[in-house]
């Protein structure tokens, strides 16, 4: 954004976004788990009151789509549903835990409510949790569950990245590189990876005795 362009947004009064509005008395209903009418009451109280108190500033790089946010919506059901099985599988199989991992992701968000509405829903999802974050650098420290092959671990970066730039699309109106950002290795990921490593010769050393 150019000065020109700062100097007149920083004028324009804070915004009041009603699907934003909407947004929050979604998570709201969602949170409390059923649809009642006491629900919906104090959900809209708690909206109007977040919306009032905390109104979107004028140079903020959001910027609501709706169908942006029907389609993140919608992806991020069915990646909960998937998530879901996956874990309950490693839960009730007969073989021991897999390796976990903790990985480095960079975001690409512009905006902190994009950045705090990603988190949320990344660690909502199964199999993976947000552990750390620096808002300098952008980057997203994530305990996944499952890091058994690195295929495994490009699955979880793929859904973390979709999540990301579906929230971009949804709450800032622009389109990312659909390609995967390239997670940067922890010195807890390589420890682990070691560790099941070392598991692995062990194992195989028995097995050849």
């Known amino acids: 954004m150019s000065k020109a362009r700062a100097r007149v947004?920083?004028?324009?009064?804070?915004?009041i976004s009603i699907l934003l509005f909407l947004f929050?008395?979604?998570?709201?209903?969602?949170?409390?788990?059923?649809?009642?009418?006491?629900?919906v009451l104090s959900g809209i109280l708690v909206a109007t009151l977040l919306n009032l108190a905390m109104p979107i500033p004028p140079n903020s790089a959001l910027d609501?789509?709706?169908g942006g946010m029907v389609r993140l919506f919608g992806?991020?059901?069915?990646?909960?549903?998937?998530?879901?099985?996956?874990?309950?599988?490693?839960?009730?199989?007969?073989?021991d835990p897999p390796p976990t991992a903790i990985i480095k992701v960079p975001m690409r968000t512009n905006d902190d409510i994009s950045l705090?509405?990603?988190m949320a829903l990344i660690n909502l999802q199964p199999g993976g949790i947000i552990v750390d974050i620096d808002k300098r650098e952008k980057t997203l420290t994530m305990h996944i569950l499952d890091a058994?092959?690195?295929?495994?671990?490009?699955?979880?970066?793929n859904q973390l990245t979709r999540i990301e730039r579906r929230v971009i699309r949804a709450f800032e109106?622009?389109?990312?590189n659909e390609q995967p950002t390239k997670s940067v290795p922890s010195d807890n990921q390589v420890s682990s990876d070691k560790s099941s490593d070392k598991s692995s010769e062990k194992s195989s050393e028995r097995s050849s005795r």
């Open 64 to 66: 609501i789509n709706f």
């Open 9 to 15: 947004a920083a004028k324009r009064p804070p915004r």
């Open 116 to 118: 705090t509405t990603a």
């Open 173 to 176: 109106n622009r389109d990312v």
């Open 148 to 157: 058994s092959s690195t295929s495994k671990v490009a699955e979880q970066i």
């Open 75 to 95: 992806s991020w059901t069915i990646d909960f549903v998937k998530a879901s099985i996956s874990v309950s599988w490693l839960a009730i199989r007969r073989a």
């Open 24 to 39: 929050t008395l979604i998570i709201w209903v969602m949170l409390w788990g059923e649809v009642t009418f006491p629900n």
